[in-house]
């Protein structure tokens, strides 16, 4: 018993030794554990630290082979340019050569044209001097050809006022003729019509056979016309006329107007001028006497007017002042008619009074003039209501004589004298025969015609009479079987210095007319009616 006492005494103690160790060895091990996880924080730290240090030292890496690689790069390039360098050096230096080379010849060349220059500059002023007395010739002759010019100028004037002189001593009508060129309207229709021409179409675009023979003095027009005999031969007949002056259709306005200035300009002296356009519809009378749009193509109405107030003005130094005024009538159907009226047409009957004063018609407007712009817009005035008449009343104002007057009266503030004119400038309505107007079928364009036959055929008998008057002596004038005659009859009665202007058509249609105007006016021209006297009056 002992003895197992003893054992389990002594296992006690072995249990008390072995849970001694185990408990000096859990805390032995809880030691070791803290020793241990203190160490894995340690070890943690360490790692951390160098995996920092190694990312660290991989990125320095990497700055280091970036920077490495731009060092590279800028060595490339520090190279290349070191060889570009080198062929610029290069190429300069062949330049340097190619430029010296250059510039040896170049002086060469700088030598040689500098010789060239005052060889040059030589001859230059050579020239010069030559050119100097060449300067000198050419205004001497320039100067010589003025003075030509100008004697030129005054011999025609000369010549013209000669000229007009004879022609109021001999007492005759002048006469012009004018051929009007051919217009766009006047030519054949369009090439696409040209299947459904009759003949009588392609004539009326034809020109007829007109020639000016007289180039110098020009007056001289002749007439060609062909026509087929009964036996089929071709018969030609050539009739020439002689006039004061002819005007071929090239001829200008202007052109026109310097022969009858001198004529324009009598009124201011203290006569009575007649001037009257005649010739068939449509061979520019109107566009001779009124003009047209532009200042090349004023007609005779305004350049006339425009010069006798120049002379009025001119003779202002001379102590003459003058006093003007106008009216401006047509004749219609043998009745007068008021253009510078307010009215209407037709509504006041116009009378023509005849005294020593001269002629008047009553109730018509007389307006003062003042200065050239004034009658432009007078013949403004007239001519807007000749076309108002023309719309209502059958193109009534190419089937009117229109009549523009002009008074002028002038004192001398010096002398005391005064003196008294007029300038009658007429635009006769077409002159043509009844066959030919068209007018048969219509009874106002017949009435029309007639009236128109009737004046113009009064306006010949009066030349007729006067004619005869001329060579036989005493003969009655029938000046009242006229509105038109009666109105003109101080102008045709020897008192004043009258002008008829022949217009004609260049149309071969036309030609049968053309040749009635010749005819006429040819006996116009022929018949003297006396020498005018000047209205004038010395001091009272």
Same mark, same amino acid.
């Given at each position: ?237 050539? =009739? ?37 356009? =005649? ?262």
């Amino acid at each position: 018993m002992d003895a197992e006492r003893a054992k389990v005494a002594e296992l006690e103690a072995n249990h008390r030794a072995l849970s001694l160790e185990l408990a000096n060895a859990k805390s032995l091990e809880l030691d070791k554990r803290r020793e241990l996880v203190s160490a894995s924080d340690e070890i943690e730290k360490l790692r951390m630290k160098h995996a920092k240090e190694i990312m660290e030292l991989e990125m320095e890496a990497k700055s280091k082979a970036r920077e490495a690689r731009e060092l590279a790069d800028e060595l490339r390039l520090a190279k290349s340019d070191l060889e570009r360098e080198r062929d610029n050096v290069s190429n300069l230096k062949a330049t340097l050569s190619h430029q010296s080379t250059s510039h040896i010849a170049l002086n060469a060349q700088i030598n040689a044209l500098q010789a060239q220059k005052a060889a040059t500059q030589m001859q230059l002023d050579a020239l010069m001097t030559t050119s100097s007395d060449k300067t000198l010739d050419l205004e001497a002759a320039h100067r010589r050809i003025l003075d030509l010019e100008q004697d030129a100028r005054e011999s025609e004037m000369v010549r013209r006022k000669l000229h007009n002189m004879v022609q109021e001593l001999k007492g005759n009508i002048r006469v012009f003729c004018r051929v009007r060129p051919v217009l766009t309207s006047d030519l054949s229709p369009s090439s696409s019509f040209t299947s459904n021409l009759t003949p009588d179409d392609e004539e009326k675009g034809r020109e007829a056979d007109i020639t000016f023979p007289d180039k110098r003095d020009h007056k001289e027009i002749v007439v060609s016309s062909s026509s087929s005999s009964a036996m089929g031969s071709e018969r030609k007949e050539i =009739y020439n006329f002689g006039f004061d002056r002819v005007f071929e259709p090239e001829s200008t306005q202007i052109e026109v107007f310097e022969e009858i200035s001198f004529l324009a300009q009598s009124c201011v002296d203290g006569y009575n001028v007649c001037i009257f356009a =005649y010739g068939q519809t449509g061979s520019g009378k109107s566009f001779t006497m009124e003009g047209g749009s532009t200042e090349a193509t004023t007609g005779m109405i305004p350049r006339a007017v425009n010069q006798v107030f120049k002379a009025a003005d001119d003779l202002k130094s001379k102590g003459w002042e003058y006093k003007m005024d106008g009216q401006f009538l047509e004749i219609y159907n043998e009745t007068i008619n008021d253009l510078l009226g307010k009215g209407e047409f037709d509504k006041k009957k116009h009378e023509i009074k005849h005294d020593k004063s001269g002629t008047r018609v009553t109730d018509v407007n007389v307006m003062p003039l003042q200065s050239p712009a004034s009658v432009t817009s007078l013949l403004r005035v007239a001519n807007s209501r000749r076309t108002v008449a023309a719309t209502l009343m059958n193109e009534r104002s190419s089937r009117s004589h229109s009549v523009f007057t002009l008074r002028i009266s002038g004192t001398n503030t010096h002398t005391g004298e005064s003196c008294e004119g007029s300038l009658n400038l007429v635009d006769l309505a077409g002159s043509e025969r009844l066959n030919s107007s068209g007018a048969a079928g219509d009874r106002d364009r017949l009435k029309e015609t007639q009236n128109i036959n009737k004046s113009l055929s009064a306006l010949g008998d009066v030349i007729a009479a006067l004619g005869e008057k001329a060579e036989k002596g005493e003969k009655h004038i029938p000046y009242r079987n006229s509105k038109l005659t009666y109105l003109l009859q101080n102008s045709l009665s020897g008192n004043s210095k009258t002008l008829m202007i022949l217009n004609l058509s260049p149309l071969a249609a036309h030609l049968n007319e053309s040749l009635c105007s010749l005819r006429f006016a040819t006996k116009v021209n022929n018949t003297m009616i006396g020498t005018a006297k000047k209205q004038i009056r010395g001091s009272s």
